[in-house]
């Protein structure tokens, strides 16, 4: 997560551009000694919803492993008891004593391009989300949050200073068609994390012996495992994208000599075919 590539990049965008202090590798390799005396979130069972354990993994890189104090998350704003919105996280930067409001989100957007007089539209996999609606929402709504009175009031009835920066981190993946070259969009840096999607007839015409089904939370990174891929679970999962019309995620694997494992060496979404469907729309022009 430390050095996750970005599907935003603006001048409110988070980077960790400095390496992790010496002390700090050494205190990840005796966590991986004793669990027991590592935060608690690295031994627990990972929460089901994929952007509540992120929030959980960022609130332990922020505190436990860059040293930020942890103020607030998740803190409601109101009005008149309707609910505004939800500051994210409030932390205090341990290198300015400054308090900042951060804004996250992990995300997984699939390129689509109707006709090559159209630009590249970049739906969820459940084609009901948009890189360029969630990416509006950061800028000017949940990032302006603090500007708000309700805001203010909130943050000082907990006695806190009010914050003097906004950050937002939303990492993730694209992933572009096998079939057309389709550019990256314009505020998502080149260094992105890519993966690529196909159509659920052309999967079946592929060899999958060495694929893997990627369930939450494996999506946030590289997929490993001691023991050789089981083409027949590849199998029962595509069928399974063909029984409930759902997209699912995949990782090629590959053996890689002296690690003692199978390592991801692409990753790619299977959807159905009449994928994106009825619930997609274009972006606003």
């Not at 960790?16 to 000694?33: C, I, S, T, Y």
């Not at 003097?164 to 998502?188: E, N, R, S, V, W």
């Not at 690529?196 to 592929?206: G, P, S, T």
Request: overall charge negative; charged content about 20%.
């Amino acid at each position: 997560m430390h050095q996750a590539g970005q599907l935003f990049q603006g001048p409110q965008s988070i980077y960790f551009n400095q390496p992790l202090p010496g002390a700090m590798v050494a205190k990840f390799r005796h966590w991986d000694e004793f669990p027991e005396e590592g935060p608690a979130l690295l031994t627990e069972t990972p929460h089901p919803r994929l952007g509540l354990y992120f929030e959980r993994l960022y609130a332990c890189l922020m505190r436990d492993i860059l040293g930020w104090e942890l103020l607030a998350t998740n803190l409601p704003v109101r009005r008149n008891g309707i609910t505004l919105g939800e500051l994210d996280f409030l932390l205090r930067n341990p290198h300015t004593q400054a308090i900042e409001h951060h804004e996250i989100a992990i995300k997984f957007y699939l390129g689509y391009q109707p006709t090559q007089k159209d630009d590249p539209w970049w739906y969820g996999p459940n084609s009901s989300d948009r890189l360029d609606i969630k990416t509006r929402r950061l800028l000017e709504h949940q990032s302006q949050l603090t500007r708000r009175p309700e805001t203010v009031a909130a943050i000082a009835e907990r006695g806190f200073g009010q914050p003097q920066k906004c950050g937002i981190f939303m990492p993730g993946y694209l992933f572009y068609p096998t079939t057309d070259p389709m550019p990256a969009p314009l505020q998502t840096p080149q260094d992105h994390q890519r993966g690529h999607w196909l159509y659920l007839d052309q999967a079946h015409a592929l060899d999958c012996e060495h694929w893997v089904a990627l369930r939450k939370p494996h999506w946030l990174g590289p997929w490993l495992q001691p023991e050789p891929p089981v083409r027949a679970e590849a199998e029962a999962t595509l069928e399974q994208v063909q029984l409930t019309a759902t997209p699912r995620l995949f990782a090629r694997l590959a053996w890689v000599p002296g690690s003692g494992c199978w390592q991801e060496v692409e990753r790619f979404f299977v959807v159905p075919g009449h994928w994106p469907g009825k619930r997609a729309f274009p972006p606003e022009k």
